[in-house]
């Protein structure tokens, strides 16, 4: 059964500084991997989405990387600003039930 | 653009009463899907619909039923609810399946007492 885990669970740093939110997977036969904000009390928001044959994708100041031999994605956010805090979720994309598995999260809060 | 959108966004619903959830997507996507969100569990697959037409049981089913009443209306129905289906639901859509992008509803926060 695919297992996703995100480390860490929380994160709080100072607007401007630079960030790594990581997503690790166990079964690496995966169709794509996405990532997706969560403001509280609303749905989800995508932010990227990794094909299986992609190394990263970027959007502005997101960048995610797509590691399927180690089972790893991670999300950069270059310059964080206060309107970045959110929770910030990865899901996997596999074939067996057609369905994305989530991971927990990382909850993120950027300080003026 | 709506997106997707669910109704309601708030239910209180007593033990062993019946509602049905709605979604509508009007970006003329083929696949819809019901998950559910608890803390510590994390988003949970329900049901799915591939295309209009077909229904498939995801990671929990049981306790559920869901209609495509057509390709823009994924309905979740809970026949008996239970405490255990306190939940927040949210009703998803994608182009066509998993290859493609997977957009959310703003979710419905149900309470069952």
């Known amino acids: 059964k695919q297992e996703v885990t995100q480390i860490p669970a929380a994160l709080s740093v100072p607007e401007g500084e630079n960030l790594v939110l990581n997503c690790s997977f166990t079964?690496?036969?995966?169709?794509?991997l996405q990532w997706f904000r969560q403001d509280p009390g609303k749905g989800l928001t995508s932010l990227l989405l990794i094909q299986s044959s992609q190394r990263e994708q970027t959007s502005g100041r997101l960048n995610a990387s797509l590691d399927k031999s180690s089972g790893r994605s991670t999300l950069y956010i270059a310059a964080s600003q206060p309107g970045d805090s959110a929770t910030y979720l990865c899901?996997?994309?596999?074939?067996?039930?057609?369905?994305?598995?989530f991971g927990g999260g990382t909850r993120l809060m950027v300080k003026p | 653009n709506a997106g997707v959108t669910q109704t309601p966004k708030f239910q209180v619903l007593k033990t062993g009463q019946s509602m049905t959830l709605q979604c509508a997507q009007d970006?003329?996507?083929?696949?819809m899907y019901w998950y559910r969100q608890d803390p510590g569990m994390g988003l949970r697959l329900i049901y799915y619909?591939?295309?209009?037409?077909?229904?498939d049981k995801g990671e929990v089913p049981n306790g559920y039923n869901v209609s495509r009443l057509n390709k823009r209306e994924f309905s979740l129905r809970l026949e008996s609810a239970a405490p255990s289906q306190t939940s927040v639901y949210f009703c998803a859509s994608s182009e066509w399946g998993l290859n493609t992008e997977a957009f959310f509803g703003q979710g419905t926060r149900l309470t069952v007492v």
């Open positions: 619909s591939a295309s209009e037409g077909t229904t």
């Open positions: 899901a996997v994309g596999h074939n067996a039930g057609n369905m994305l598995t």
């Open positions: 079964d690496s036969a995966i169709y794509n």
């Open positions: 970006m003329n996507h083929n696949s």
